[in-house]
């Protein structure tokens, strides 16, 4: 059999890796497993179907562990090294490189599955880590302002029309109003977050519109968080979001403002005024404050509803720690819809 449990179980051995000396630490998120050993990563997507993404079948797991490997390497080259194939012969799984794979095939083996393979990069390293020790220096954040600017000014255009742009806020507003607001939640201030952001978003409806006239809308990251880059020389970001196009369709400053909100909310707060400035410079692009205010707290209810989805599984990983992250993510969605009231008001004066 070479069903998912049976697969995860070669996985978790170190003769899948050819030496029963190294030691393997797997890792479940939502989407997959993550396997770390030594200095490599391989990662098997799950079988899984949500509204946002379909790895039911084999073929659409190869085909976004490839997509996984063509879109890192804008911003992590040399990171990703290739698909690994999970193969089956005579009841015996084995991990083949597909470039041995494609040299010398083999016609008795069927491949049941691709993982992808990385460089392992260093933890100590990592944004959210250095954050953490408080370790990070301006230098730091200069760095990554200097790869995230070039990388937006390489980074094809989406054409997409500004009443569409505006509805995509609003359709993910209304997915947020249904899962925080269920009664089984009980979430402090929730109800008002939501509301406020429905008036900030129908005030700044013109200035949304107005980036996807001017073009602004890039195939960007995705899911640009701390814990995806690595301070290394140059920094590298991993974990591109590569199994939906249009949730990469973003405004560079929409995903900027994301890394800004989880820099604070991971105790750095000084980290977001640098970078958006500094990236506003080199892209000679300044859009409006009450703009970064908006898909600051637009992001924010994104997380919280993203955590309190975790409860809706029939069995929630980690259950009491969804509800304390929403918690706090609802408030800097608060904060940041009093920075949008404060702009306003004296805009009006």
């Given amino acids: 059999m070479h069903d ?4 995860l179980k ?10 029963s000396a190294l030691q393997v630490e797997a890792l479940e998120t939502h989407m997959s497993w993550v396997f770390l050993v030594g200095e490599q990563v391989f990662k098997l997507k799950k079988p899984v179907r949500f509204p946002f993404l379909d790895f039911a079948t084999m073929a659409s797991r190869e085909y976004y562990c490839r997509e996984e490997l063509r879109l890192n390497a804008r911003l992590a080259p040399g990171v990703y090294r290739g698909l690994m194939a999970l193969q089956w012969r005579d009841g015996v799984f084995s991990l083949v490189p597909e470039s041995r794979l494609q040299a010398n095939p083999d016609p008795s083996s069927e491949t049941v599955d691709w993982l992808v393979w990385m460089r392992r990069v260093p933890q100590v390293r990592m944004l959210d880590h250095l954050i953490l020790h408080k370790q990070l220096s301006t230098d730091d ?5 200097n790869v995230m600017s070039t990388f937006y000014r390489q980074a094809p255009i989406v054409e997409v029309n500004p009443d569409d742009y505006l509805s995509r806020f609003q ?11 269920r009664p089984q939640f009980q979430l402090l201030d929730v109800a008002q977050a939501i509301d406020r952001l429905d008036t900030a978003l129908a005030i700044g409806a013109e200035l949304l519109r107005e980036r996807a006239r001017q073009q602004r809308v890039l195939d960007g990251h995705g899911d640009l968080r701390p814990e995806h880059i690595c301070l290394l020389q140059p920094p590298v970001v991993i974990d591109c979001l590569e199994f939906n196009p249009q949730l990469r369709q973003v405004d560079p400053f929409d995903e900027l403002a994301y890394l800004a909100l989880e820099c604070a909310v991971a105790g750095a707060s000084w980290v977001g005024e640098r970078l958006l400035q500094g990236c506003a410079a080199a892209l000679h692009d300044h859009p409006a ?3 970064i205010q908006v898909y600051t707290a637009h992001r924010a209810l994104l997380r919280a509803r993203l955590a309190m989805a975790h409860l809706l599984d029939s069995t929630p990983r980690t259950p009491t720690k969804w509800a304390p992250q929403a918690t706090c993510y609802i408030d800097h969605a608060l904060a940041a819809l009093d920075a949008f009231d404060s702009i306003y008001r004296s805009q009006l004066k």
């Fill in 171 to 181: 359709y993910e507003q209304a997915s947020t109003r249904e899962v925080l607001l």
């Fill in 141 to 145: 954040v200069d760095a990554v302002t």
């Fill in 289 to 291: 404050p009450a703009l």
């Fill in 10 to 19: 070669f996985l978790q051995s170190p003769q899948a890796f050819g030496d």
């Fill in 4 to 7: 998912l449990a049976s697969k």
